[in-house]
């Protein structure tokens, strides 16, 4: 028991510690992003193959006929009812690209099996366009696949995985062909916070002006319109001012939140996370049921069976029940040495967050997952 105080202790130190860094003041870079740099998603399906025996079978029969009609583009004309495809494998291709690819530069895809195949360890992607959701295709990707594990099927029906076999990746496997948007001379730099919050965007803003005047304004919680100094026009000089802005320092803010995973019994609590003043009992009730075998065996020559029982007994106990008054706590750390002086493990402070959300004494939203 000790010893799971002690790490209910580490973990909220580890938390607070945390929390309190975040507060401090950090680099808009890692708290927005640049309009321009929002990236797109990619898809594509394809063909992957060289596979050992480990394709699609003979059920999945849009494997067969994709590489029925690709045979046919290059002038090939087979039956679909003559072709094994135990060596080629269906996949979806998704990947990500921004405006910082420029056509004639490569991305990394990511290919995944849509049929029965059990391995894709050894092949190869075959020519794949991959698109917007708009049918704009951005890029073509193509070569080996490597999945970092394997699939090793042994001669008595025992096999050897190691790792995912049915997902893997092609290293700058896309030549990009268009790029999504491009930065241009417009005047106004849009940014988007990644953590949208009213009193952060007005911190950014300020922030801004401060250095270069009034040049930014929010337009929600969520974004900030930056706009670009006639004497900062020039393209080098633009470029300058977007990485100066980035790198200026800026000090988040966040409403208070208690997230909880009651699967793995896993807390993490905000700074900004207070209790109004509260009175908790907590207590731990113990049933213990001990079962006796009783065996009744028969007098000799009685032509009697064996009968075997069992006699159960049933013990209480209940531990004295803890009393704990708390003031007003402003921090996480005072939160956690509060619960932890009352014997509270992980899953015991789950269930007292959550009767202290319902009593409104939890100044905090809670989030369950």
Excluded: C, W
């Excluded at 042994?154 to 790792?163: A, R």
């Amino acid at each position: 028991m000790k010893t799971i105080h002690r790490f209910l202790m580490l973990l909220f130190f580890i938390v607070f510690t945390a929390t309190t860094i975040s507060a401090s003041s950090v680099r808009i870079k890692d708290i927005a992003s640049y309009q321009n740099d929002a990236e797109t998603d990619l898809i594509g399906y394809g063909l992957i193959i060289g596979l050992d025996g480990t394709g699609d079978g003979k059920g999945t029969q849009f494997t067969i006929q994709s590489l029925v009609n690709m045979m046919e583009r290059m002038g090939v004309t087979v039956n679909a009812a003559q072709v094994k495809v135990k060596n080629v494998a269906a996949v979806m291709v998704t990947a990500k690209i921004s405006s910082a690819h420029k056509p004639g530069s490569r991305i990394d895809v990511t290919v995944s099996s849509v049929g029965d195949a059990s391995s894709l360890q050894g092949g190869t992607l075959l020519l794949t366009p991959l698109s917007s959701l708009d049918g704009t295709v951005y890029a073509v990707a193509q070569g080996a696949v490597s999945i970092g594990g394997f699939n090793v099927q042994l001669e008595d029906g025992n096999k050897i995985v190691n790792n995912y076999t049915l997902v893997g990746r092609v290293p700058d496997g896309a030549l990009v062909q268009t790029q999504p948007t491009e930065i241009g001379d417009s005047k106004d730099i849009y940014m988007s916070l990644l953590n949208p919050d009213y009193t952060t965007a007005s911190r950014i803003v300020n922030r801004i002006n401060r250095e270069y005047g009034l040049t930014a304004y929010a337009i929600d919680e969520g974004a900030v319109r930056i706009r670009v100094p006639d004497s900062l026009s020039h393209p080098n000089d633009r470029i300058d001012f977007i990485s100066t802005i980035g790198r200026l320092r800026v000090s988040p803010d966040a409403v208070a939140k208690v997230v909880i995973n009651e699967k793995t019994g896993t807390i993490v609590a905000g700074q900004n996370v207070s209790i109004s003043p509260v009175a908790l009992a907590h207590g731990n009730l113990t049933i213990n049921i001990r079962s006796t075998p009783v065996i009744s065996q028969p007098g000799p020559f009685s032509d009697g069976e064996t009968v075997v029982t069992s006699e159960s007994q049933l013990s209480v106990t209940e531990d004295k029940a803890r009393v704990i008054q708390l003031p007003e706590v402003v921090t996480i750390s005072q939160v956690a040495m509060a619960l932890n002086s009352m014997g509270a493990t992980p899953r015991d402070i789950i269930a007292i967050l959550q009767a202290l959300k319902e009593t409104g004494a939890l100044r905090a939203q809670l989030v369950l997952l």
